[in-house]
């Protein structure tokens, strides 16, 4: 837009300067008599038959004028349309396509002129809104059925704000900043943004979707002091509504700021962890139950951070994922496991669990394929295990991306069974070759005659489809009984040993092999930690 303004602006110029010059040449020819002159040139030198010349130079001349005026309006034409489509990519970078509501980028720029504006600002009003299930919509109805409701949102949305104080930061996070006269007007249109979101939303499928809305609440000046601030405010009291239950409102509280501050920190600890691979695998034994042994080791991710705190996998994984850094966390706790594993006998096989996220990539099995072979571990002793949540959020990258793993040879379990989405209809598309049975079940089968039948049908199922199947969370020796009693293939848990360091599985395999009684080494494994730091220390 602004190349097109300086290029008329040029052309304006250009065309005065030419005007003036006629000017000055129109009165000089006056000054001088200029045209008795040349009529008198004329008649005297007829021979020559200037007059003719002089006819077709003006004929040419009006010809050439006439089509010049004819390409200026063409260029004027061309100028107009350039505009027009330079207008609309600056609109479509800075709108959403799907609900034509501003974007990031036209926040940040909102924001700009909010802190760049001269004098007072008023009273600002900063909404963050972020829906309550819409994932759920998404994986049951599909991206189609997700799109409508998006759209939907955005709609009644405008019905109680300015379309130009909207905006879309992607998935279901909405914002929305405008002026207010105070916080009581505020915190009503935030609860009417919840009363009306809530609201059944009618789909094309003749499906309905039931949705709810968390939404948070900061005013400038009363709850901070720079436009910036009052989206993270705003953030901190959404995050605060999701906390308390769905569709409620909440106005930010400087209590919250401490809760938004520590997840800052944590997220910049983590980015720092990440550059120096402090975030290290540690390993939980895998169990055969109808032998005893020990058949491999699960790698669970662990993170002591600088001031010696262990930082819970639940809290550090949850924020990879929103921050878009479990890929680069994946990659590398993947790559220390196979290196780690390649060491193992070659019976022992390695568990790794993939993030949700993580399946958006249909290059993720090449990715993986490329790390087994740098690490040089077999691809029939690595088992990768996926969450029926993972595989219904993208259908076709999951089956693009397992498919590439089953023809590898790698082998797949499907992990927290019986707590997703349409379990059945997952086995029946996707190939397993085992199901984890998760511990919610195992921990509470025994004494509730629901739950064993539960547990007892997954067992079944698995044995019908020629499916292994593995539990969760064994804790006492009577659980182990009874699983073996059922059928269970495969067992993991607290009995039979807690996720170790790398420097205590060679011990640990040893000791295994020895006695061939998981039970037996596991019970060992405290004096295995006081061996080998004897043996480090040189004692």
């Not at 130079?57 to 004819?70: M, P, R």
């Not at 020990?294 to 990879?320: C, H, K, T, Y």
Request: proline share 3%; net charge negative; with cysteine.
């Amino acid at each position: 837009m602004i190349r097109s303004w300086v290029k008329k602006r040029r052309m304006h110029i250009e065309a005065l300067a030419l005007t003036g010059l006629g000017v000055v040449i129109w009165l000089a020819a006056i000054r001088h008599d200029a045209f008795e002159t040349l009529a008198e040139f004329v008649e005297t030198h007829e021979s020559l038959e200037v007059d003719e010349v002089l006819t077709a130079v003006v004929v040419i001349g009006l010809l050439g004028l006439i089509y010049a005026l004819s390409r200026l309006g063409e260029l004027h034409g061309e100028i107009r349309k350039r505009s027009a489509a330079e207008r609309d990519v600056n609109w479509i970078a800075n709108h959403d396509s799907l609900t034509r509501l501003p974007n990031r980028a036209g926040l940040n720029a909102r924001l700009d002129a909010l802190a760049n504006a001269m004098g007072p600002r008023g009273r600002i009003a900063y909404y963050s809104i972020d829906l309550d299930g819409f994932k759920r919509v998404n994986d049951l109805l599909g991206h189609q059925s997700g799109d409508e409701v998006l759209i939907a949102v955005a709609e009644r949305l405008r019905a109680i704000f300015e379309p130009e104080d909207i905006f879309r930061l992607g998935g279901d996070e909405f914002v929305v900043i405008e002026k207010v006269r105070d916080l009581a007007e505020a915190a009503a249109k935030a609860r009417r943004v919840t009363n009306f979101l809530c609201r059944s939303y009618e789909l094309s499928s003749s499906m309905t979707a039931e949705l709810g809305a968390s939404v948070g609440l900061a005013l400038d000046p009363d709850h901070i002091d720079r436009p910036k601030q009052g989206l993270l405010a705003a953030d901190a009291a959404m995050y605060e509504a999701k906390k308390r239950g769905k569709g409620i409102a909440v106005v930010f509280e400087q209590e919250m700021k401490a809760a938004l501050e520590q997840r800052a920190a944590l997220e910049i600890s983590l980015r720092d962890a990440l550059k120096k691979c402090v975030i290290t695998p540690h390993y939980q034994p895998l169990i055969d139950l109808k032998t005893g042994s020990l058949r491999g080791f699960e790698a669970l991710a662990r993170w002591m951070d600088n001031n010696g705190r262990q930082v819970s996998p639940i809290e550090f994984i949850g924020l990879a994922e929103e921050t878009g850094l479990i890929v680069e966390l994946s990659d590398q706790l993947l790559k220390r496991a196979c290196r780690d594993a390649a060491k193992w006998p070659p019976h022992l096989r390695l568990a790794f669990n993939l993030s949700p996220a993580q399946f958006s990539d249909r290059l993720l099995g090449l990715r993986i394929l490329r790390i087994l072979a740098e690490e040089g571990l077999p691809p029939n002793r690595l088992e990768i295990e996926v969450t029926e949540t993972a595989i219904v959020k993208d259908m076709e990258a999951a089956e693009a991306v397992l498919g590439d793993l089953n023809a590898a040879g790698i082998h797949v379990a499907l992990d927290d069974f019986g707590t997703g989405y349409s379990s059945l209809s997952q086995l029946s598309r996707f190939k397993f070759d085992k199901i984890k049975i998760d511990r919610s079940f195992v921990s509470s089968f025994q004494d509730d005659e629901r739950q064993e039948k539960i547990v007892r049908a997954m067992l079944g199922l698995g044995q019908g489809l020629g499916i292994a199947t593995t539990a969760e969370g064994i804790e006492t020796e009577s659980q182990v009984r009874s699983l073996q009693a059922l059928g269970c293939d495969f067992g993991q848990g607290y009995l039979f040993g807690k996720a170790m360091p790398p420097e205590n599985i060679e011990a640990f395999i040893a000791h295994a092999a020895a006695d061939n009684s998981v039970s037996d080494a596991y019970l060992m494994q405290d004096e295995l930690v006081e061996t080998i730091e004897k043996i480090r220390l040189g004692t």
